[in-house]
């Protein structure tokens, strides 16, 4: 499985949060507060940050289903899929908090603020940068859902080259 440098995670994730409050911090400017909350922005801005809460959990599904596929490997290869399984599965549930945090904390700036300009281009801004970091983890969670994918590929390859090799022994060893 492949692995990125923290550093190069950190960058992207405070890349894209400065450009999600950059890029609310211009939507803001550019509209009225009053439109935005006949629209009912505060509470479709909120359910972003519900939405990658299934892809967390179809996440959390395939490695629990690839706990029960290690019969084929060896016990180094146990072992190291296991405490790698443990590191995402904290990961996971990090990214699981995060979102309950920015949804409650989104709602909270949203029921505080008055509808008034100066007072809500900050809010939107924190908002912004927290929905940039959610595209960013979302970002995260499908490139390990597609690595599951791909070792669950691997494994399958390898048992059925194990089973043609063990059809041609015995198709040898019979003739």
């Known amino acids: 499985m492949q692995k990125y440098s923290p550093i190069s995670l950190f960058l992207g994730a405070c890349l894209s949060t400065i450009f999600g409050a950059l890029a609310f911090y ?5 509209l009225s507060t009053n439109s935005l909350f006949e629209a009912k922005a505060p509470w479709a801005i909120s359910s972003i940050f519900l939405i990658p809460i299934t892809l967390c959990i179809q996440l959390l599904i395939s490695q629990w289903s690839l706990k029960s596929e290690q019969e084929d490997l060896k016990k180094t290869e146990v072992r190291r899929l296991r405490g790698l399984l443990e590191q995402k599965n904290r990961h996971i549930y990090f ?6 945090f920015s949804f409650t904390a989104t709602m909270l700036l949203f029921s505080l603020v008055s509808q008034s300009i100066n007072t ?23 490139h390990e859902k597609k690595e599951i994918s791909d070792f ?4 399958s390859d390898r048992k059925r080259q194990r089973e043609n090799q063990k059809r041609r022994k015995e198709r040898f060893g019979n003739d």
Not at 152 to 155: C, E, G, I, N, P
């Open 152 to 155: 669950k590929a691997t494994l």
């Open 95 to 100: 990214c699981l908090a995060f979102y309950v």
């Open 120 to 142: 809500f281009k900050y809010p939107i801004t924190i908002v912004g940068g927290l929905v940039g970091l959610t595209l960013y983890s979302i970002c995260w969670i499908i």
């Open 26 to 30: 211009a939507l803001i400017m550019n």
